[in-house]
Nanobody, 127 residues
Framework: EVQLVESGGGLVQAGGSLRLSCAASGLTFDAYDITWFRQAPGKEREGVSCISNTRDGTISYADSVKGRFTLSTDNAKSTVFLQMNSLKPEDTAIYYC???????????????????WGKGTLVTVSA
């Protein structure tokens, strides 16, 4: 059974940092691309960052987080991290990690392309 488990969310003041983790199990890590999504109340799910594990490890970021968020991996532990710095109140959301099996191209930041999802971790940034 494939499982993705997020952790590391919490409450932080604007300008602060958090590090999210996504631990994957039940899958061959390098056979899946991994994407971090977030969803704020009343808004659509947004693809924040992803890594093309199945190709060359290329990482992409949404413009809204570029320069502030960094995705990294620990392949030995099948874990993906999202380091979030200079957090803003508009970063408040539930953050999810998701896995795409056998992607046709590089990693996707579209929810409809994902095969597996974690349950999410809440990030709250106070002003």
């Amino acid at each position: 059974e494939v499982q993705l488990v997020e952790s590391g969310g919490g409450l932080v003041q604007a300008g602060g940092s958090l590090r999210l983790s996504c631990a994957a199990s039940g899958l061959t890590f390098d056979a899946y691309d991994i994407t971090w999504f977030r969803q704020a109340p009343g808004k659509e799910r947004e693809g924040v960052s992803c890594i093309s594990n199945t190709r060359d490890g290329t990482i992409s970021y949404a413009d809204s987080v570029k320069g502030r968020f960094t995705l990294s991996t620990d392949n030995a532990k099948s874990t993906v991290f999202l380091q979030m710095n200079s957090l803003k109140p508009e970063d408040t959301a539930i953050y999810y990690c998701a896995a795409e099996r056998r992607p046709a191209y590089y990693c996707s930041r579209f929810p409809e392309d994902m095969n597996y999802w974690g349950k999410g971790t809440l990030v709250t940034v106070s002003a």
